[in-house]
């Protein structure tokens, strides 16, 4: 069955992921499909005001997993 991925609604290629998460080319396809859509306006800032985020997080993480 050949699925018109650019058709189907996000829920319905979110099913259809869910269903093919064995075939690497199909859920591949339908994930790109389903990552174009993505809004940029939507995304979400960190929740904290750092001066480098991404370094400072990871040294956060770093010290928590190295708790225990």
């Known amino acids: 069955m050949t699925s018109d991925l650019s058709q189907m609604t996000n829920t319905e290629l979110k099913q ?6 064995n ?20 995304l979400q800032p960190y929740p904290f005001d750092l001066a480098n985020p991404e370094s400072e997080v990871e040294a956060i993480l770093k010290a928590k997993f190295n708790q225990d």
């Not at 259809?16 to 998460?21: G, L, W």
């Not at 075939?23 to 939507?42: G, T």
């Open 16 to 21: 259809y992921i869910s269903e093919h998460r």
């Open 23 to 42: 075939d690497e080319a199909a859920f591949r396809a339908a994930l790109e499909v389903l990552m174009s859509r993505r809004n940029p306006a939507n």
